[in-house]
């Protein structure tokens, strides 16, 4: 799969590094110099999720997915 494909153009950066992925979800995390970013593997949607702030980033990721279980009557 070819990253620079995915993500918008107007996006500069130089090398990137997954960080993480949400299990179940076909969902990555991904570090860029303009911040982080999920792609969604199944759809190639890349969407921005997070800001860096200078050049010293922790990857503290949190995925959360909701689920909703129907109340038997």
Do not use: C, H, Q
Not at 42 to 48: E, L, M, V
């Amino acid at each position: 799969m070819e990253l620079e494909m995915l993500l918008p153009r107007r996006i500069p950066y130089k090398s990137y590094e997954v960080v993480g992925f949400a299990e179940g979800t076909n969902t990555i995390f991904i570090n860029i110099s303009t911040g982080i970013f999920t792609l969604d593997l199944k759809s190639k949607k890349a969407r921005k999720v997070g800001e860096r702030e200078g050049d010293r980033f922790d990857p503290i990721l949190l995925p959360y997915v909701r689920f909703y279980t129907p109340r038997s009557s």
